[in-house]
């Protein structure tokens, strides 16, 4: 039988090292804040509860942990890990089972690492807990473990002997506990030691005291990295990037330029769709088979049918729905507009809060006027309609199905289907003028 499952996430630090008003794990990685990542896989493991220890600026994070069915608590003083974790004792009162001991800076641990995290603890009576073999070992605690994977030392930076800094396995700091011995463990922690801090990893060693035995899963670096500084969150966005690029890849989606290609956490696309280089995804994008995403666009919380073509140059924007085969050429923005099967903008235009009817052509410099400073009204353009070059549709206004709109036309009323509709100003001519005209304003030109 599964045991129930708690998590305690620890985002008590200060941050100061981002230099921002903003709390540090709210610092969005592929359009999405670094707590989001680790909550969002939190709850693929149905905890029966969630709490997250925060320091100042509480606020901040309060309404994303409501959103993942969370609850936060506070820190203060910050007085160490062990301490923070202590915090949770009064929501978990209730609790009987195993909890996960998390960090908020560090985003990237997978549902499966979780799992297996769990798994292990139900082989040893101690603790299970994560490290891994960075490149840089710097200053993370130490663990020297058995051939078998059981904890035989661990220990702070701070506090160890060279030999100790020698070992190349580092305590991420995340574990997996019982809740029955985290509590009585937790009261036992000291702070004798360099920092004068209460250490969460002590546990390890004092439930090691009381003869039991806790073991050491080992995960690649990047998956239990720390954000701390600017610096570190570029880092961490490249790696999360290159890991969604190869995934794309192996999908079945073609990337020219496979570096210059930034997904957001949720972008979906499908297979035989071809990116080309320098495009942006933001949130909320979902892309069909046989797309192609042409240089130097930029698309967010966008829908796009298979076979379309976007770009290059184009923007399209929350609410923009393409159709199946439509195209959207350089410099079209689209926002809140849907674009019907087949269906035509391939130049220099704005679509929003608009509908066009499959096979619509729209032509280069057409403009739906949606906006008069106070309301927003919607364009609506029928099946096969043909708009003009340099078009304005004064909305709200009708096109219908297979009207024709001479170029240069400001429509400010509904047209009929299969009318043609003209509306510019009258055109004067004057012979001869064009060399009386030039004559002038060359001799003003001498005279200055």
Same mark, same amino acid.
């Given at each position: 039988?599964?045991?129930?499952?708690?998590?305690?996430?620890?985002?008590?630090?200060?941050?100061?090292?981002?230099?921002?008003?903003?709390?540090?794990?709210?610092?969005?990685?592929?359009?999405?804040?670094?707590?989001?990542?680790?909550?969002?896989?939190?709850?693929?493991?149905?905890?029966?509860?969630?709490?997250?220890?925060?320091?100042?600026?509480?606020?901040?994070?309060?309404?994303?942990?409501?959103?993942?069915?969370?609850?936060?608590?506070?820190?203060?003083?910050?007085?160490?890990?062990?301490?923070?974790?202590?915090?949770?004792?009064?929501?978990?009162?209730?609790?009987?089972?195993?909890?996960?001991?998390?960090?908020?800076?560090?985003?990237?641990?997978?549902?499966?690492?979780?799992?297996?995290?769990?798994?292990?603890?139900?082989?040893?009576?101690?603790?299970?807990?994560?490290?891994?073999?960075?490149?840089?070992?710097?200053?993370?605690?130490?663990?020297?473990?058995?051939?078998?994977?059981?904890?035989?030392?661990?220990?702070?930076?701070?506090?160890?002997?060279?030999?100790?800094?020698?070992?190349?396995?580092?305590?991420?700091?995340?574990?997996?506990?019982?809740?029955?011995?985290?509590?009585?463990?937790?009261?036992?922690?000291?702070?004798?030691?360099?920092?004068?801090?209460?250490?969460?990893?002590?546990?390890?060693?004092?439930?090691?005291?009381?003869?039991?035995?806790?073991?050491?899963?080992?995960?690649?670096?990047?998956?239990?990295?720390?954000?701390?500084?600017?610096?570190?969150?570029?880092?961490?966005?490249? &790696?999360?990037? @290159? *890991?969604?690029?190869?995934? %794309?890849? +192996?999908?079945?989606? #073609?990337? =020219?330029?496979?570096?210059? /290609?930034?997904?957001?956490?949720?972008?979906?696309?499908?297979?035989?769709?071809?990116?080309?280089?320098?495009?942006?995804?933001?949130?909320?994008?979902?892309?069909?088979?046989?797309?192609?995403?042409?240089?130097?666009?930029?698309?967010?919380?966008?829908?796009?049918?298979?076979?379309?073509?976007?770009?290059?140059?184009?923007?399209?924007?929350?609410?923009?729905?393409?159709?199946?085969?439509?195209?959207?050429?350089?410099?079209?923005? &689209?926002?809140? @507009? *849907?674009?019907?099967?087949? %269906?035509? +903008?391939?130049?220099? #235009?704005? =679509?929003?809060?608009?509908? /066009?009817?499959?096979?619509?052509?729209?032509?280069?410099?057409?403009?739906?006027?949606?906006?008069?400073?106070?309301?927003?009204?919607?364009?609506?353009?029928?099946?096969?309609?043909?708009?003009?070059?340099?078009?304005?549709?004064?909305?709200?206004?009708?096109?219908?199905?297979?009207?024709?709109?001479?170029?240069?036309?400001?429509?400010?009323?509904?047209?009929?289907?299969?009318?043609?509709?003209?509306?510019?100003?009258?055109?004067?001519?004057?012979?001869?003028?064009?060399?009386?005209?030039?004559?002038?304003?060359?001799?003003?030109?001498?005279?200055?």
């Amino acid at each position: 039988m599964t045991r129930p499952v708690a998590a305690i996430v620890l985002a008590a630090g200060k941050g100061t090292r981002m230099k921002s008003d903003l709390h540090k794990v709210l610092h969005p990685i592929a359009g999405r804040p670094m707590l989001a990542h680790l909550l969002a896989s939190v709850d693929s493991l149905g905890p029966h509860r969630t709490v997250v220890v925060v320091g100042d600026r509480s606020e901040q994070v309060e309404p994303l942990v409501a959103a993942h069915g969370g609850i936060v608590v506070i820190q203060e003083p910050q007085r160490g890990t062990a301490d923070a974790v202590l915090q949770a004792k009064e929501a978990l009162a209730d609790f009987d089972g195993d909890v996960l001991i998390l960090f908020g800076d560090v985003p990237f641990v997978t549902p499966e690492t979780m799992a297996a995290m769990l798994a292990r603890l139900a082989e040893v009576d101690g603790a299970a807990v994560l490290a891994s073999r960075p490149a840089d070992a710097r200053q993370y605690g130490r663990i020297r473990a058995s051939t078998v994977g059981l904890v035989e030392k661990m220990v702070e930076y701070k506090d160890a002997s060279e030999e100790e800094r020698a070992l190349t396995l580092c305590n991420s700091g995340l574990m997996a506990v019982r809740s029955a011995d985290l509590w009585p463990l937790l009261a036992r922690v000291g702070d004798d030691n360099a920092a004068r801090e209460y250490y969460l990893p002590d546990i390890v060693m004092l439930a090691a005291s009381d003869g039991r035995k806790s073991a050491v899963i080992e995960v690649p670096p990047d998956e239990v990295e720390g954000i701390n500084s600017r610096a570190e969150l570029a880092a961490a966005e490249a &790696v999360w990037q @290159a *890991s969604r690029r190869a995934a %794309a890849m +192996a999908q079945g989606v #073609s990337l =020219i330029a496979p570096e210059t /290609v930034w997904f957001s956490h949720d972008t979906r696309i499908g297979r035989d769709t071809i990116v080309e280089p320098q495009v942006v995804f933001g949130p909320g994008v979902e892309i069909g088979e046989r797309v192609r995403i042409r240089g130097f666009s930029h698309i967010e919380g966008a829908t796009i049918a298979p076979g379309a073509e976007i770009g290059p140059f184009a923007r399209l924007r929350p609410g923009a729905d393409i159709g199946e085969g439509a195209r959207i050429g350089n410099f079209v923005e &689209v926002k809140k @507009a *849907s674009i019907g099967k087949g %269906a035509k +903008a391939n130049h220099l #235009s704005y =679509i929003g809060d608009a509908e /066009v009817g499959a096979g619509a052509n729209i032509g280069a410099g057409t403009i739906t006027c949606n906006y008069d400073g106070y309301f927003k009204y919607r364009t609506i353009i029928g099946e096969g309609a043909f708009i003009g070059s340099n078009t304005a549709l004064v909305a709200p206004v009708t096109v219908g199905k297979g009207a024709l709109v001479a170029a240069g036309s400001v429509i400010t009323k509904n047209v009929a289907d299969d009318a043609i509709a003209f509306a510019r100003a009258t055109q004067l001519e004057k012979p001869r003028r064009a060399a009386t005209f030039r004559e002038k304003m060359q001799a003003r030109k001498k005279a200055i």
